[in-house]
């Protein structure tokens, strides 16, 4: 194996996938040949993975796609007839898995609650009577301010059951935030529990939420919603119905809050499961995340599409102790296991004895997203989590499609931080300024046709959503992500285009010069921002989180080690050493309140943002670079 590529599959290996099989029932012989199908025959491609994925239908539908409203508002599935609570619970529940588990939930404290199919059914046909009972009618929208506890699944899947709209918020947002969110989707019920608990602290949730008089609150566990069990079968709803109002994490403004049909998103996660993490019978699947962040709603539907397992976790990755992840992959035997590179960059400076420590022997996939990995993260993730042995499905999208423009197949050789490439059925390219193609440099990643994820608009603002994803290039979906193509077609991420920088007339991308950084020994974690200077235009500030030790790094050998990747025209102005970073809950840096407070201008809105005093430290003077 050529030591660029990190990973390489035997032909066991691919043999032994979903993917192999599905492209050789299509005809295809290569990873290749099979993209280059999904990508120019988009039609018939999602036709065979829905039918591939076993996706059942009250009633067929009669036509794949129709544009004719225009791309930006393209229709899926025409006149078909299904639901999400069906195809993930219903029929699981009533066969062979019945005494499977369907969710497995542990909390900080180490309480474990877990439900069977069977066991989940019953709670969801009580809730939806409840429902019921309470006057809700199919399109009424409720909203679920929860913790990851096991029936956060009961209430997702009872809302769909209805043909209610779920609307998933952070429950560590403030109480501002939260009535936003609130007020923009007009809810009509709002799901919380008393409290929570997050590194030993317990938080309040209800007291968020009871101020707000425009619905109905109701405090989880709710026995008297659960009193009823006569049957209440699943409606049949139409593929376009919505499922979903996700919101969007709000950094670069009010949130948006993202729409999603039944059909859209059992599609599109049901393919991400089954081709990207190779879904096999039994897998118990664990993404670190949260039900307000798109990857909760997204590990939940795909997976239980296939009758898997999911494990929630409820509190910090490192508490009590750093070691707290891998302890749980051990006692669970769980096989796959998803993470941000910020909880990596979290827990490497406790060491790589804490994962080897334990048996992870059960793991059979590693995932990743949320933001572009530096390739020492990236390593330590690879080497000491999956021993070398297991492929890292880096992954991609958005909030705004409830999925992935861009993940390596497993049959697919990786490069460190690599992505792959386009995902199957996503029209997705890297193009310059006048949204022309480019290779070996970095340009804008754009998606070129429809998916049957993308959101149906912006909720109550369909302005806003052309404004944001289709008005600088006419029929293109611009996504707002900077990415790259190497000269071995691997594809790369490099941070938000809107947060590039142009220093003496050259652009470069935060993500890029902080890998740089990161490439110190002395770094665990870093963030640049440009701001205005009178010579160059603009100049790099960069906030280095420095790695436990008894000596912090020097700034100037930092910011020669920059020079020395980079070169001398991204050499930083400034540098300062800070013990955190502001990050939103999916652990994306805010580098656009960064350079707020660092310039002294108004911060605005911090309900995005999960620990909102790290800010602080960026207000006082900067120390220049000697």
């Known amino acids: 194996m050529a030591d660029k590529w990190i990973w390489q599959p035997s032909a066991e290996w691919v043999r032994g996938t979903n993917v192999y099989r599905f492209m050789t029932r299509l005809g295809c012989e290569t990873a290749e040949d099979f993209l280059r199908f999904s990508r120019e025959n988009l039609e018939a491609f999602w036709r065979e993975i829905v039918d591939e994925a076993g996706i059942e239908w009250f009633q067929p539908y009669d036509r794949v796609l129709d544009e004719s409203r225009g791309v930006e508002w393209a229709r899926w599935f025409l006149n078909g007839k299904l639901n999400i609570a069906w195809n993930c619970l219903d029929r699981h529940a009533a066969g062979p898995d019945a005494g499977r588990a369907a969710v497995i939930a542990e909390s900080e404290d180490g309480s474990v609650g877990a439900l069977t199919y069977a066991q989940l059914a019953d709670r969801v046909n009580r809730l939806a009577n409840g429902l019921r009972s309470l006057g809700l009618q199919k399109g009424d929208r409720v909203a679920l301010v929860m913790p990851m506890a096991a029936d956060v699944v009961t209430i997702l899947y009872a809302c769909f059951r209805l043909g209610l709209i779920a609307v998933p918020i952070f429950s560590g947002f403030g109480s501002g935030a939260i009535a936003s969110r609130l007020e923009d989707s007009g809810v009509r019920v709002v799901f919380t529990m008393e409290r929570s608990v997050r590194r030993g602290r317990t938080l309040s949730l209800k007291e968020k939420i009871l101020s707000w008089e425009r619905a109905k609150v109701i405090v989880w566990p709710c026995e008297e919603l659960l009193a009823d069990p006569a049957p209440c079968p699943s409606l049949p709803l139409d593929s376009e119905d919505p499922a979903l109002i996700l919101y969007t994490s709000g950094t670069t403004g009010k949130p948006k809050g993202t729409v999603h049909s039944h059909a859209g998103a059992l599609a599109q996660t049901t393919k991400e499961i089954y081709l990207g993490f190779d879904h096999r019978d039994g897998d118990r699947f664990f993404w670190l995340s949260d039900i307000g962040w798109m990857m909760g709603p997204w590990e939940i539907i795909g997976n239980h599409h296939f009758g898997g397992t999911v494990f929630l976790y409820d509190g910090a990755p490192d508490c009590p102790a750093p070691d707290r992840l891998w302890r749980m992959i051990a006692r669970h035997r769980l096989n796959v296991f998803g993470v941000s590179p910020t909880a990596i960059r979290l827990l490497m400076p406790h060491g790589s004895r804490l994962p080897r420590g334990h048996d992870l022997s059960s793991l059979r996939l590693l995932g990743s997203t949320g933001e572009p990995w530096d390739e020492t993260s990236y390593r330590w ?240 003077t900067t120390t220049a670079v000697g």
């Open 381 to 620: 993730f690879f080497e000491n989590v999956g021993g070398g042995r297991l492929p890292v499905i880096n992954i991609s999208g958005g909030t705004e499609i409830l999925g992935c423009f861009l993940f390596p197949l497993p049959i697919q050789p990786l490069k460190a931080c690599t992505l792959g490439g386009p995902a199957p059925g996503m029209a997705v390219e890297v193009v310059d300024e006048h949204g022309r193609p480019v290779r070996g440099r970095t340009g804008y990643l754009v998606c070129t046709r429809p998916a049957p994820s993308m959101t149906r608009g912006i909720w109550n603002d369909p302005r806003r959503y052309l404004e944001s994803y289709w008005s600088r290039w006419k029929g293109i979906w611009n996504h707002g992500d900077w990415a790259s193509v190497d000269e071995d077609g691997c594809w790369f991420l490099h941070g938000r285009a809107d947060e590039s920088m142009n220093v003496a007339g050259r652009k470069v991308g935060p993500a890029e010069v902080e890998q740089a950084l990161m490439q110190h020994p002395g770094v665990a974690e870093a963030a640049v921002i440009g701001v205005p200077d009178g010579i160059t235009g603009e100049a790099i500030v960069a906030f280095i989180v420095p790695k436990p030790g008894p000596a912090a790094p020097e700034t100037g050998e930092m910011a020669a080690h920059a020079v020395r990747v980079l070169g001398a025209a991204f050499r930083p102005r400034a540098i300062r050493l800070v013990p955190e970073l502001p990050k939103t809950q999916s652990g994306k840096v805010v580098r656009r309140l960064i350079r707020q407070s660092y310039l002294g201008r108004p911060l605005g809105d911090l309900s995005t943002v999960a620990n909102p005093k790290a800010l602080e430290a960026f207000q006082q």
